[in-house]
């Protein structure tokens, strides 16, 4: 807290906690007191000596059982919490005052019981004469000992209402982000300088995020990241910190928190890395608003390279949120012409969306590089509205590299979008004198890969797709969690997914859906069949042939929502006569068929020999996937939906409630209650 002057008072978090916990228990204790006090007007609390006696013995025993419990029961929830969360728990326990006020609360009205039983005598015998009870001499002590008694029992409701808020991730958080100031922070800077053991006030909270992370828990591993974002905006709105401490506390902070990520980049954890992405955006553009270069700087890279971590690690979607992130950041860059070593406002953000992009063209990941391609345009826009020159060369020169290393692989999807944002760009600055070379420079690019995209031949074309549905309870193997209305909106979310990826591929003309009743999926046609599923699918492939239709067909699974866009051009683009996609258990999941004459088709069983077999004496290949080959039938099928899903299959089981278990090492699934 600051006072005039920018003096400081300096009251340690666990101090104040104690203030009010004194403060309530005071309070509760005046009220009991002053109970007694107004009750003892009336001159009704006469007791005998003897059921006196009793009654304080009796009082004193059940308050030493209650301590007992109460004791045992604490360490019973530190045991739990421990083991939710962090060994680290036990030192928040340890500091929290609930425990210790009521073990002291207790103390004083046990021994204040046991000096009056023990000094506790008969009254005057003249005066019990003459009201036929006697009463002791010590009779104010007796209902004084009774009150305590009282208010010992009601002290027990804050203590048990605290412990059981502790052992929620929110209040936790709050407790030990408590303790994290500027100068915590800065006395850790300076010991990890000087190689002391002292650790960081942080460290609690993100050996427990690591640990939820680990545990796939990401309620909890969500409020401790924002318990740290919080403060770090805090920290940085702060005008009584100067620029060089806000520096080494943010790059202190980020460097903790791009771990955090890293971390959960490796165990696949898409949300808690988002969560972590939407943190350093914040960060990012409170440090734009700041005017803090530096910071901002470092917000960037540490957004750029948990983006590079993830398209790594094949997480797509993570690296398009890192390249929204950075064009956010980089849109108040261009408001604020916030110069960072030098470049003009927007420059680094589309830097690091650009070495994105590059390894979005090289893994050709068709929804990343839209992104990607989509932000520098937008970045670009806004420099070209705020008339930055430096930032718009470096938006045209960035979509450039993209497109030109989207060519490199032949990327068709990539070079499309990265022309597209071209043209945006193009247009912005037409007619714009002061921006004459460089819609001439956007203009050339455009051009360039415009031509590529007319002369180049796309693979992928006139060919079509077959997905064999049953919607009628379906996925009967998953009844033992899910009810039949679940399995069959399941199955329609699976499907969905399955013709969404073919129909953004580009590759088909048409796409078909073998179902034995009306299905509404969009760019998919629905065929009746009441035939069983060989049946129908060589009635299919012979239809195709008396036809004459002789289009490469490819017939796939609708239980395998893993599959990618990428999955289905590598299955297509080759020059086989049939490419097999085994599942798993010996089944197969797709099947590309180049001329739908020459073969036919017989699931059930061990399918994916029958196929290689019934293949022999034309040119196959088998094409491994863990996407293709992951169908969902079984209860422990489920993880990989929520682990590796992107669609509307992962959505609809968070939307029922299931969720990710770690037991004894293995992850399930569990439904949330």
Same mark, same amino acid.
């Given at each position: ?282 960060? /990012?553009? %409170? $440090?734009?608003?700041? @005017? +803090? !270069? ?7 890279? =540490? #957004?750029? &390279?948990? *983006? ?48 994105? /992009?590059? %390894? $979005?063209?090289?893994? @050709? +990941? !068709? ?7 989509? =932000? #520098?345009? &937008?970045? *670009? ?57 460089? !819609? ?234």
């Amino acid at each position: 807290m600051y006072l005039g002057f920018n003096m400081e008072i300096k009251l340690r978090p666990y101090t104040s906690i104690w203030a009010r916990r004194l403060a309530l228990y005071f309070g509760l204790y005046v009220v009991i007191i002053s109970s007694h006090i107004y009750f003892s007007r009336f001159d009704i609390w006469h007791t005998d000596v003897d059921s006196a006696r009793y009654m304080l013995s009796s009082l004193i025993q059940s308050e030493a059982a209650i301590v007992a419990l109460v004791v045992t029961l604490s360490l019973v929830a530190v045991q739990l919490a421990a083991s939710s969360y962090s060994t680290r728990i036990v030192d928040v326990f340890i500091k929290t005052p609930d425990l210790w006020i009521l073990i002291l609360i207790y103390g004083i009205a046990m021994f204040y019981g046991l000096i009056v039983l023990k000094f506790i005598e008969k009254a005057d015998p003249q005066k019990c004469a003459e009201i036929y009870v006697c009463h002791s001499n010590l009779e104010p002590h007796i209902t004084l000992s009774y009150f305590l008694g009282v208010f010992v029992f009601v002290a027990l409701v804050p203590y048990i209402w605290n412990t059981v808020r502790l052992l929620k991730p929110a209040p936790l958080f709050d407790r030990l982000t408590e303790e994290i100031t500027n100068k915590s922070i800065l006395d850790t800077i300076h010991n990890e300088q000087i190689k002391t053991d002292k650790e960081s006030t942080l460290q609690p909270i993100l050996d427990i995020v690591n640990g939820s992370i680990m545990k796939y828990d990401y309620g909890t591993a969500k409020y401790g990241l924002k318990a740290i974002g919080n403060k770090a905006n805090d920290i940085l709105k702060n005008r009584d910190i100067d620029k060089k401490e806000k520096k080494e506390i943010s790059e202190h902070i980020f460097s903790h928190i791009v771990s955090v990520g890293q971390l959960a980049i490796s165990k696949d954890n898409e949300r808690s890395t988002s969560e972590i992405i939407a943190i350093l955006c914040s960060n /990012g553009i %409170i $440090s734009v608003e700041q @005017e +803090l !270069e530096e910071i901002a700087f470092k917000a960037i890279k =540490s #957004i750029r &390279l948990l *983006g590079v971590d993830a398209l790594n690690n094949k997480l797509e979607f993570l690296a398009a949120d890192a390249c929204s992130s950075l064009r956010k950041v980089g849109e108040k860059s261009v408001e604020k012409d916030l110069k960072i070593l030098t470049k003009q406002g927007g420059w680094w953000e589309i830097s690091s969306i650009k070495d994105i /992009g590059m %390894i $979005s063209a090289k893994y @050709e +990941l !068709e929804y990343s590089i839209m992104v990607v391609a989509n =932000s #520098i345009d &937008l970045i *670009g826009s806004a420099a070209v509205k705020h008339r930055l020159k430096g930032t718009i060369q470096m938006a045209i020169d960035s979509l450039e590299a993209v497109g030109m290393e989207a060519a490199k692989y032949k990327f068709i999807g990539g070079i499309r979008n990265v022309s597209a944002s071209l043209g945006c760009m193009k247009d912005e600055m037409f007619g714009k004198e002061e921006f004459k070379n460089e !819609e001439q420079k956007a203009g050339f690019v455009f051009d360039h890969f415009q031509s590529f995209l007319l002369e180049y031949p796309v693979f992928c074309r006139n060919m079509r797709a077959v997905i064999p549905f049953k919607k009628s309870n379906a996925k009967s193997r998953l009844s033992s969690l899910l009810s039949k209305t679940e399995r069959e909106e399941l199955a329609m979310a699976m499907l969905n997914d399955v013709a969404g990826t073919l129909v953004s591929s580009g590759c088909f003309d048409v796409i078909d859906i073998l179902s034995t009743s009306m299905i509404d999926v969009e760019g998919a046609n629905t065929v009746l069949t009441e035939m069983g599923l060989n049946e129908a699918l060589n009635e299919y492939l012979g239809k195709m042939s008396s036809h004459n239709i002789n289009e490469p067909v490819l017939i796939i699974m609708a239980d395998i929502p893993l599959v990618s866009q990428k999955n289905i051009k590598d299955m297509v683009s080759t020059n086989a006569d049939i490419v097999i996609a085994p599942g798993r258990m010996g089944g197969t999941n797709a099947i590309f068929i180049r001329n739908p004459s020459s073969f036919h088709v017989d699931y059930y069983g061990a399918s994916f020999l029958k196929h290689r077999e019934i293949a022999h004496g034309l040119h196959s290949e088998i094409f491994d996937s863990f996407n293709i080959s992951t169908d969902i039938d079984e209860v422990s099928d489920l993880t990989e939906v929520l682990l590796h899903g992107k669609g509307q299959s992962r959505e609809y089981l968070e939307k029922i409630g299931l969720n990710i278990s770690a037991n004894g090492g293995r992850v399930g699934v569990k439904r949330l209650t």
